[in-house]
């Protein structure tokens, strides 16, 4: 015979340590037996089979376990409300549902039907956005209309401690915006998805994730909704990588703007694919499609709003022209071996000019120099 304090005793035990005891009226369970005499003498015969009832008793256990998990699962899912519903953002979308998390959209533009297809709720009006009191605000919108599409938001509606989210491609500004236009009252995080709908469309392993937790306050569930949100990129198998929005930036001019740069010269030379294609040049056709499918706007918000892209820009064309240098140098002492013979042998030959490191400043009198070496 089991006590109900041995079955009280059980269902505690497979709730651990967790204190999330689910309401068991244990009580109950003695009178949810049929009270009329005729069903009694239905089930007459049964209740002398006192196994039966420990059999229910020994189940619960296992439910419970099933029922713990399910809880804990729902208690991480979240309510994300994507703004800018364009490329990225669908993009975004698609893994947020997969994942079991609701999505609200909104966008400038209609996309009431692709975002009903993904399984998302699309809002035109961003007041009846916000009072679904979403628990994560992602903007996914372009650089260059962050700031007036966060500030058109009506985030009274929202609740006091939402946590806003980006994923623009340049971190110092969306950081800066955050901090200027939400009251202290809502959570910051910045991050950068450091890959796209053509890059990341054979899945996100291994792909660079950047974040920083700007402002989180100083509550339990405001951490865990941070962490909730950053699982979704771990979940997918994202490198994640912890780091200020000021160094992802001084990597990101050195590395992102370079190559977006490099594709977009290379668009406009208009390369064709060959029948005798090397692999180099294979990754230079590859490069042209990865850049050439992102919009303008965001190559120009990583020139725009990143203030070591500038720089970058200078090193390129220094480079360029040290190399033409050293090209036309070489010719040079062809020629005049040709013309003068060996009335010149012993003079030194052209050598390309080293530009300064990344990130050391392109004073004027070092390009100076430049030229200077290679004269
Ligand atoms: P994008 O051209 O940078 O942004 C397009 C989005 O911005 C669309 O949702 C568009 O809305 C919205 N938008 C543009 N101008 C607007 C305006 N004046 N007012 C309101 N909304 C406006 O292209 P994207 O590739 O989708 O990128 C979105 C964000 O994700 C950018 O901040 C980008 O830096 C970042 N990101 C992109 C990638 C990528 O590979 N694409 C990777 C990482 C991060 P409508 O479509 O409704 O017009």
Avoid at 267 to 290: C, F, R
Wanted: glycine share 6%; proline share 4%.
């Amino acid at each position: 015979m089991i006590s109900f304090s041995s079955v009280q005793s059980t269902a505690a035990a497979a709730a651990g340590s967790t204190g999330l005891l689910p309401h068991y009226d244990f009580h109950k369970l003695s009178f949810s037996l049929p009270s009329k005499p005729t069903q009694f003498r239905c089930y007459s015969h049964r209740r002398q089979q006192g196994l039966r009832i420990r059999a229910i008793d020994a189940a619960q256990p296992y439910d419970y376990e099933a029922y713990l998990i399910n809880r804990f699962e729902q208690s991480t899912k979240l309510k994300i409300a994507v703004v800018g519903f364009g490329n990225f953002g669908q993009f975004l979308a698609k893994a947020f549902i997969r994942q079991g998390h609701t999505v609200f959209a909104h966008s400038r533009s209609d996309y009431a039907s692709i975002a009903q297809s993904l399984g998302a709720a699309f809002f035109f009006d961003t007041h009846d956005l916000c009072e679904q009191h979403p628990d994560v605000i992602l903007l996914c919108t372009s650089i260059i209309s962050t700031e007036s599409v966060l500030r058109s938001l009506p985030i009274l509606r929202l609740k006091r401690n939402t946590l806003f989210v980006d994923v623009l491609s340049v971190k110092e500004f969306a950081k800066n915006v955050f901090l200027q236009v939400l009251p202290t009252h809502f959570d910051i995080l910045c991050t950068h998805p450091m890959f796209g709908p053509e890059s990341g469309k054979n899945g996100w392993q291994n792909l660079p994730f950047v974040y920083e937790k700007v402002r989180i306050g100083n509550e339990d569930s405001r951490f865990a909704r941070v962490e909730n949100f950053l699982d979704i990129f771990k979940k997918e198998g994202c490198r994640m990588v912890e780091m200020t929005c000021a160094e992802h930036d001084k990597y990101a001019a050195g590395s992102q703007f370079i190559t977006h740069t490099m594709g977009r010269i290379l668009e406009k030379l208009q390369l064709d694919s060959t029948p005798i294609n090397t692999k180099g040049y294979e990754t230079l056709l590859d490069l042209v499609e990865n850049t050439a499918s992102d919009s303008f706007d965001l190559y120009y918000g990583l020139f725009m709003y990143n203030k070591n892209a500038m720089e970058q820009i200078e090193r390129l064309d220094l480079a360029f022209e040290a190399l033409k240098q050293e090209l036309f140098g070489h010719l040079h002492e062809v020629l005049r071996k040709q013309l003068f013979g060996k009335a010149e042998a012993g003079m030194r030959s052209p050598v390309l000019a080293k530009l300064p490191k990344n990130g050391t400043p392109l004073l004027p009198a070092q390009s100076e120099t430049l030229e200077n070496n290679d004269n």
